[in-house]
């Protein structure tokens, strides 16, 4: 491995290290850019980025640049130490830079360390709010100017999605073609009905599930069961609750996770001098699935990419424009999925005001919380006029059984992105890139090639896979 010194390249621009490891040649660049792109005079922000290439590839400026956008909110770029699945793939055409959102990673964090620098719970929220898809397409075209870019493709997977389509809609100029992994984001209604959609899919998967390994619903009775009358304690110190437990649904979003919680049921007790208790094993796997010491953002913004000015006018319910704890509400019309039922179903990237007085991470930021799902002023994420003259190619995975991002809503934005092509598979489910990203990504790639690319102004559906378990 080799590092370099700080070298300051265009304005804003800076690299910081270089290093070769294992088949890879990564490139660490920081960006200086404002925190509201609207007064770029004002406060400013550090975002991250990490560039990498294939080593085989011997004049990589030559390459065509590829920018990667993660899903979330809230998570940092994936940290590469080899070139495997869909990043291999990708390092064969492209310079790919793994951008950290603003508020992720290495750029400019936001948690509970650092929000109280903010001030109080409005100021706190008045920050976030710079902190969704249109301030971070408005960083990424800072960053490929910063650049000297005419253009770069963008791949963008779940909430990565969302923000390639606010990207079509505020900056296509920047963009030569744009793919998008299980993150067609709904460009109408309330947050309402993403929610009554996806309990509705988390409830076939659940059924499912439990087809599969029946043994298993029994076994998680047992642990509904003791964790109601037994006081068990998670490592972060608090008490494993039946909510807690359901949140172990989010292995259900995946391929080869939703085996890996099987894994997990096996053996939740043991044998203790005070009687049958929580496994170690078991109580460890939950802490690591239920805390966001790591993504607060994730809990914080989760519903707010739901929320825009037009949407509210057009809504006569609850909350108005606001997403006002739209999970939460929307749990009524789904008894199942209460901790309190029979048989609690479980749950998936739902987010519930209890997380906020629950978890540790989170309880400093819950009146921060309650602002946010108070605004009712949401900017507009989407151009509809725009999407609707889209020239960028564009093609989009979708997965029939995606139980985080509807297929029925999923089409119904494809239709009204002009010329986005969809490759409709039930192969797959949200995790699919990660199952097999280079597949999904080839396949892409060609329906955005200069021959794939052409369409009429319908979007064009491609095939359906078969399913697999």
């Keep these: 491995m080799s590092g370099a010194a700080p070298a300051p390249l265009a304005a804003g621009h800076t690299v910081r290290g270089s290093h070769s490891l294992r088949g890879l040649r990564t490139t660490e660049h920081w960006f200086d850019v404002p925190l509201d792109h609207g007064a770029p005079s004002g406060e400013r922000l550090s975002v991250f980025a990490r560039e990498v290439v294939s080593a085989r590839h011997a004049d990589p400026d030559q390459l065509p640049w590829l920018l990667y956008l993660q899903g979330g909110p809230g998570s940092g770029a994936p940290r590469a130490t080899s070139l495997s699945g869909w990043l291999a793939e990708a390092a064969e055409h492209f310079r790919v830079l793994l951008l950290d959102q603003r508020g992720t990673g290495l750029s400019s964090p936001v948690n509970r360390q650092t929000l109280p620098l903010r001030g ?223 048989q609690p179903l479980l749950t998936g990237e739902m987010v519930y005001p209890w997380y906020f007085a629950d978890d540790p991470a989170l309880a400093p930021l819950r009146e921060t919380a309650e602002v946010l799902a108070g605004i009712d002023d949401w900017e507009d994420l989407y151009d509809l006029e725009v999407l609707a003259e889209n020239r960028v190619p564009v093609a989009a995975a979708v997965y029939s059984d995606d139980v985080y991002v509807d297929r029925e809503l999923s089409l119904e934005t494809a239709a009204r992105v002009r010329g986005l092509r969809v490759w409709e598979s039930a192969d797959f489910h949200h995790d699919g890139i990660a199952d097999d990203g280079a597949h999904i990504l080839r396949t892409l790639l060609a329906m955005t090639s200069p021959v794939g690319a052409e369409s009429d102004d319908a979007p064009v559906s491609v095939g359906a896979e078969e399913g697999r378990s």
């Design 120 to 342: 109080d719970a409005a100021a706190q929220a008045a920050y976030l709010r710079r902190f969704r898809a249109d301030s971070i397409v408005h960083d990424a075209e800072a960053i490929r100017r910063a650049l000297g870019l005419e253009r770069w493709s963008t791949l963008g997977q779940s909430y990565g999605g969302f923000i390639t389509l606010t990207y079509l809609s505020l900056a296509p100029e920047g963009l030569e073609r744009s793919l998008i992994t299980g993150g067609l984001a709904p460009l109408s209604g309330h947050a309402e009905r993403v929610y009554r959609a996806t309990y509705a899919r988390m409830a076939a998967r659940n059924r499912e599930y439990f087809e599969w390994y029946p043994g298993d619903r029994a076994t998680l009775d047992e642990v509904f069961e003791h964790v109601s009358r037994v006081r068990e304690i998670l490592p972060d110190g608090r008490p494993v609750t039946r909510g807690l437990v359901q949140m172990l649904g989010q292995y259900l979003g995946g391929n080869a996770r939703v085996h890996q919680l099987h894994h997990v049921l096996e053996q939740p007790f043991v044998r203790t001098r005070d009687g049958r208790r929580l496994a170690d094993t078991f109580v460890e796997t939950l802490q690591q699935q239920v805390s966001r010491l790591s993504n607060p953002l994730y809990a914080l913004m989760h519903e707010s990419i739901y929320g825009q000015a037009g949407l509210g006018r057009r809504h006569d319910g609850p909350g108005g424009v606001a997403t006002a704890w739209a999970a939460d509400r929307v749990l009524a019309e789904f008894p199942d999925f209460r901790p309190e039922a029979a």
